[in-house]
């Protein structure tokens, strides 16, 4: 019998956010045993788990990636892993939801593996996420136990060499994969269920445009939906960097949706900030993260929002989260008493012009509307835009972009013919656009001839 009801198993190289993701797991699961399985290559004299160090695969030819590199490392870590249900994933991202070993008692069997909704498909043969996995030690030893290496003679991505080894090779089951899928993997939402803060997306931009998918997510028990946009992460570290001038030592960070709270605290932590509190999706339990003189980030105990104290806060980051409350008006109520005399609120909210707005169901602000809730509580309001676009460049995907998936998905569902052939050039012309068409989401005051997505609105002081 294992000794532990829950276990963290972290496979990859260490990255910049290991030490803090270990730190995070080790705040919200005391009780979890958690294992990092990297390669003896690596630097692990400051992590504070139980290691596994492996010797690192030799590349494959023609074709690499590394599928191999998973085998290895996860199969070492299951064998060191001591724990009844097992959350595999990535050594570069963090899984925020507190609840999450929670979310797959209620939700998922016991014989599925709980994988995001993000990277997984029923278009793409055995597309199967492999950013994380949840499920049963049984159940995971099952699907990496019995993996062939890969041998790089043709072009295969690492989720879908996997998954297809596991639902082809060990279950036997050549059934089409939209109609098994769901047989053997319980897809979650990447953003709103696992809460997972990815390292790629915070700090490249290129990366983020490859990775992210313009879709819509509602979480749960809440009324109002929220879109996934690539431009999101970009905005929001401008944010970031623009409110570092305001800040004060003590910050409350208040968001919604996609998750950024580490990355945003720790740019913040690094200016005039001592501490910072964030609030998530109008939770009731706060984080609190300071730094330590090793500039890693600390964790304190978590605090009910009911129980803060009024005048408790220099400054009040609203970010994207306004336009999803019920009653706006009280919101800012809420924290017009939290903010300490002469305190700053910065708020941001995305614009519902219908020149830029993405789609009908996108929740956003009217300018008036938002201004008028605002003067209401507070005064001495600077208005910033962010995301200049000209009313002659309107955000489109592109008609010849939407052709080519059809017929890529019509004719090469393993994709070996786009990955040998017309990835390199899809993936040339993409920077060059991206260069071309690139936002600036530095905070302006904009001209008339001009559009913002977002709005950001400066308050200096109580009323």
């Given amino acids: 019998m294992p000794n532990h009801k829950y276990g963290i198993l972290l496979q990859g190289r260490v990255s910049l956010w290991l030490k803090d993701i270990i730190t995070e797991y080790k705040s919200n699961f005391p009780e979890a045993h958690i294992v990092l399985s990297t390669w003896n290559t690596e630097d692990v004299s400051k992590i504070d788990c139980d290691i596994i160090q492996s010797e690192l695969p030799v590349s494959t030819y023609p074709h690499s990636n590394t599928t191999n590199h998973q085998i290895i490392g996860v199969n070492a870590g299951l064998k060191k892993i001591n724990a009844e249900i097992i959350l595999k994933c990535r050594t570069d991202q963090f899984i925020h939801n507190k609840k999450i070993f929670e979310l797959f008692n209620d939700n998922c069997p016991l014989d599925k593996i709980m994988i995001p909704d993000l990277g ?3 278009d793409d043969d055995y597309r199967a996420s492999d950013f994380c996995q949840l499920a049963t ?19 295969i991505s690492p989720e879908i060499y996997l998954a297809k080894n596991y639902v082809v090779n060990f279950m036997k089951n050549t059934k089409p994969w939209n109609k098994i899928m769901n047989e053997y993997f319980h897809i979650m939402k990447y953003h709103s269920d696992f809460q997972i803060e990815f390292e790629k997306l915070a700090n490249d931009e290129r990366y983020v445009n490859l990775l992210t998918v313009n879709h819509i997510e509602q979480i749960k028990n809440h009324n109002k939906k929220f879109r996934v946009k690539s431009h999101f992460f970009q905005s929001q570290k401008s944010r970031i960097k623009f409110s570092k001038k305001y800040v004060g030592e003590k910050v409350l960070l208040c968001t919604y949706g996609i998750n950024t709270q580490y990355a945003s605290s720790k740019s913040i932590l690094n200016s005039n900030c001592n501490e910072i509190w964030n609030r998530k999706n109008f939770e009731e339990d706060l984080t609190q993260r300071k730094l330590n003189s090793e500039n890693d980030i600390e964790f304190e105990k ?29 919101l800012l109520k809420t924290y017009k008493k939290l903010l300490k005399p002469n305190g700053v609120l910065i708020i941001s909210s995305s614009s519902n012009s219908n020149e830029i707005s993405d789609s009908e169901e996108e929740v956003n602000f009217e300018k008036q509307k938002l201004l008028k809730i605002i003067k209401s509580n507070f005064t001495i309001i600077d208005e910033y835009y962010q995301g200049n676009v000209s009313k002659n460049k309107k955000i489109n995907q592109g008609s010849a972009k939407v052709l080519l998936k059809k017929i ?15 990835q390199p050039i899809v993936t040339k012309q993409r920077e060059k656009n991206y260069e071309k068409n690139r936002i600036d989401f530095t905070p302006k005051i904009l001209d008339s001839d001009q559009i913002g997505l977002y709005f950001l609105i400066i308050v200096k002081g109580n009323a």
Avoid: C
């Avoid at 009024?310 to 009280?330: A, T, V």
């Fill in 120 to 122: 997984t498909t029923l």
């Fill in 408 to 422: 890529l998905d019509k004719f090469d569902k393993r994709m070996i013919f786009y990955k040998l052939y017309l």
């Fill in 302 to 330: 978590e605090v009910n929002f009911e129980n803060i104290s009024e005048n408790s806060f220099d400054s009040i980051l609203s970010f994207e989260e306004i336009q999803f409350h019920n009653d706006p008006d009280l």
């Fill in 137 to 155: 030690s049984k159940i995971l030893n099952k699907f990496w136990n019995n993996i062939t290496f890969y041998d790089g003679k043709y072009a």
